[in-house]
């Protein structure tokens, strides 16, 4: 029963001098929260009792000036939990609250109870929690006094996205957590680039979000249980508690003078954390330039751009990386069509036949709708040009510039074509053997050198990197079809005769030549008849040279020089060296500004021929491309651009051949260091990056990886690429098609892509 002592406005249960502020809403649930689980966290404070302060009643929830209590049961810490009020000393509790749980159910007096309030007006289990007029009147001076601070408060702040928190003993170098309201949260996006004054220290410093942003709750803590279950009750409870933001920035610099240095600090906790402006932004990260690789993730019109003509850009070599499926393919076509737009001569090993139709513009309608989400247009190549081996087909053969090839034996360092063809130690000591008669033979049958500047031609020639001039594979068979000859048992007869008659008439011609006019020393023996040898080049003319060259670097084992013949014999089948009047390469053409070539390999099916083909156009390629550089420089002009991309790179250079093939890979590296100054860049192109050897992937500086699974992988990448961090990494394997981590080298830092969808024409690969 109500206090008799209290006085009460008759009929209402209001309590004289109450205001009439709205009552409180708990909540919709059968069973009233918890204390502490009021409104935005805020704790339920008990009704006073009977006998003070006439009570108001108010709403309960975040008191004016966004000022929240701390969670708990309403009362400061340490002091002892007070006990509910019991009903007599409640004003105005609703019907059946605080009754007994047995027994008949007497109802208050008529002058206790409040009138009943029509159903719109009281939710269903509402509680009416009465507010005393002396904690009213403390919020309205916390409200006073916030609104004051306020005032005073830098208006810069206003701007403000964040505030940088506390560290903790997790901690990291170079990472600071800061923390967001509810409203700002959306404006930290990935990979936005921030300004964080630190006002304590006088100091400002760049940054970059690289996790987050995460949401969390205000009044308790993530993983308590009464987190947990508001949001597994979702469906029961409107309820939610008020929350706020938390990302980590990676500090980019610290700025002086203008300039972004190393930072040697940390910013101090409290520090605010402003939103650069997207000019500022491609300022800061170095998007700049005329050719456009996509979008970086987090902008809405940041582009990723570099300068096609930098030369710490393309010419120091790039590596395009993924699975199947992940994008790549489209990376490079983009990749040529904005090469071939900025002037760049671009050359295409293409092993599929994939880039043979990219004259045409993109008829994929995934494509068509991804460019026109970009606001591009499907467009093709200007000028394309396709070449193909002779003999061997291209997925395009109707196509108007295309151009059948053979190669030069004679342009192939004789390691690289022993390292090719896998020959055993010993073959290899008699491929060597009949390469040095076949350059003596060639001087005898005067082919080369026949004149004093080829003579000097000749002392100059590095065989590590090319071959000797005119001579054919055809030359080469014939030789060691004369060895073979030599070895057999009439070749043997047939010497063993001639060496007797030879020496007689060498003592003879010493006799008699003494003192004569015409007796030269070392004159050659008579050459054998070799009857029986068949010849095909022009040492046919001669046969009795031939084995007499053989007889003079004698050698042994027939059967070691019947398999060497035997795969030569498989490589002159292919008709992939000197195939009739079949002309090699145009260089100079394929170097032209502008011109886009693409080396069809699709119909050979053959990693061997393939490798054969690589090497000796790569060679090619730098050697006109030093002449045209040399030709530049003394005219004081600069050299067009050239980029070269290998599809199926684990193919030509993989880390299982690499121990087999130092030669050919010292071509590669050579290639790779001289080509930076000479603006030769390649494109290295895979989906099994573990199979390419560490000394290749050395000599990459750009990379665009799209999505890997196969941790192994990327664990090997990352030692590779040790400019990417671990956050960065984290997110590999589970980048969309189309999307790649992007680590250039004029990038301030690696980024996420999406890389722009290729407007020209791509076959699919079956």
């Known amino acids: 029963m109500a206090d008799d002592k209290t006085p009460k ?221 508001v949001v597994v009750q979702g469906k029961k409870l409107t309820y939610t508690f008020d929350y706020h933001g938390r990302a980590e920035i990676e500090i980019l610099g610290e700025e002086s003078d203008g300039k972004l240095i190393p930072p040697g600090r940390r910013p101090r906790p409290k520090s605010p954390v402003f939103l650069l402006d997207d000019a500022e932004s491609e300022h800061v990260l170095g998007m700049a330039g005329d050719m456009c690789l996509g979008m970086v993730v987090g902008y809405e019109y940041m582009e990723a751009r570099f300068h096609p003509m930098d030369k710490a850009i393309l010419p120091r070599h790039t590596g395009i990386i993924g699975t199947t499926g992940g994008g790549k393919s489209t990376t490079v076509a983009t990749l040529i069509h904005r090469a071939q737009e900025a002037g760049i001569s671009t050359i295409v090993f293409d092993v599929e036949g994939e880039y043979t139709h990219v004259d045409k513009p993109t008829d994929d309608p995934s494509m068509l709708e991804a460019l026109k989400r970009r606001k591009q247009k499907p467009q093709g190549v200007k000028e394309l040009h396709i070449h193909h081996l002779i003999g061997r087909d291209s997925r395009n053969p109707h196509h108007e510039n295309l151009h059948p090839f053979a190669l030069n034996f004679s342009s192939l360092s004789p390691y690289a074509i022993a390292e090719i063809l896998d020959l055993s130690d010993a073959q290899r000591e008699r491929f060597h053997k009949a390469y040095d008669v076949t350059k003596l033979l060639l001087e005898d049958f005067n082919i080369f050198p026949t004149t004093p500047e080829e003579r000097r031609q000749v002392l100059e020639l590095d065989e590590l990197s090319t071959g000797f001039p005119r001579m054919t594979i055809q030359h080469l068979i014939d030789v060691v079809s004369a060895y073979i000859y030599s070895l057999s048992d009439e070749g043997k007869t047939e010497t063993k005769s001639r060496s007797k008659s030879t020496s007689r008439k060498q003592a003879d011609l010493l006799e008699s030549a003494e003192g004569a006019e015409g007796a030269t020393e070392g004159a050659n023996p008579e050459p054998p008849l070799a009857s029986t040898l068949t010849l095909y080049s022009e040492f046919r003319s001669n ?66 021929l393939n490798n054969f083909v690589i090497a000796d156009i790569l060679r090619g390629l730098q050697e006109h491309q030093e002449a045209l550089y040399q030709e530049a420089n003394e005219r004081g002009q600069s050299v067009n651009p050239v980029l070269i991309i290998i599809e199926e790179a684990h193919e030509f250079l993989s880390a299982s051949r690499i121990s087999q093939m130092p030669v050919l890979f010292e071509q590669v590296a050579r290639i790779a260091k001289r080509g930076r100054k000479r603006w030769l860049g390649l494109v290295f192109v895979t989906q099994l990056p573990q199979h390419l050897p560490n000394e290749v992937l050395g000599l990459l500086n750009n990379f665009i990886i799209h999505k890997i699974t196969d941790s192994t992988v990327i664990s090997r990448m990352q030692k590779t690429a040790g400019s990417i961090d671990e956050s960065l990494w984290n997110r590999v394997s589970r980048l969309a098609p189309g999307q790649a981590l992007v680590s250039f080298s004029n990038f301030t830092r690696p980024l996420m892509v999406a890389v722009d969808p290729a407007p020209v024409k791509r076959l699919l690969v079956e």
């Open 9 to 229: 406005s008759p009929g209402t249960g209001v309590p004289p001098g109450g205001n009439t502020r709205s009552p409180v809403t708990q909540g919709n649930s059968k069973t009233p929260p918890h204390p502490a689980a009021g409104p935005r966290g805020e704790s339920a404070r008990p009704a006073p009792p009977a006998g003070q302060n006439a009570p108001r009643q108010a709403t309960m929830g975040p008191p004016r000036g966004s000022m929240t209590p701390p969670p708990g049961n309403g009362r400061p810490r340490g002091e002892p939990a007070r006990p509910p009020p019991s009903a007599s000393s409640r004003a105005g509790p609703p019907p059946g609250v605080g009754q007994p749980r047995s027994g008949p159910t007497r109802p208050p007096p008529a002058d206790d109870r409040a009138p009943p309030r029509p159903e719109t007006d009281v939710p269903h289990n509402e509680i009416v929690r009465p507010i005393p007029d002396k904690e009213l009147e403390e919020l309205d001076a916390l409200e006073d006094l916030a609104a004051s601070e306020t005032a005073e408060l830098d208006p810069e702040l206003e701007k403000a996205v964040g505030f940088t928190h506390f560290d903790t003993p997790a901690s990291h170098d170079n990472l600071v957590t800061i923390l967001t309201t509810r409203e700002d949260l959306h404006l930290l996006a990935s990979q936005t680039l921030v300004r964080v004054k630190s006002h304590e220290d006088k100091r400002s410093y760049l940054g970059l979000v690289v996790r987050g942003p995460f949401a969390e709750p205000d009044a308790v803590s993530t993983n308590s249980t009464i987190a947990i279950g």
């Open 543 to 608: 046969p009795g040279r031939v084995i007499g060259r053989v007889m003079a670097h004698g050698s042994r084992n027939e059967i070691s020089w019947k398999t060497l013949a035997g795969k030569l014999h498989y490589l002159r089948r292919l008709k992939l060296f000197d195939v009739g009047s079949t002309k090699g390469v145009d260089y100079g053409s394929m170097l032209s500004a502008g011109r886009v070539s693409v080396i069809d390999l699709s119909d050979t099916d053959s990693p061997q």
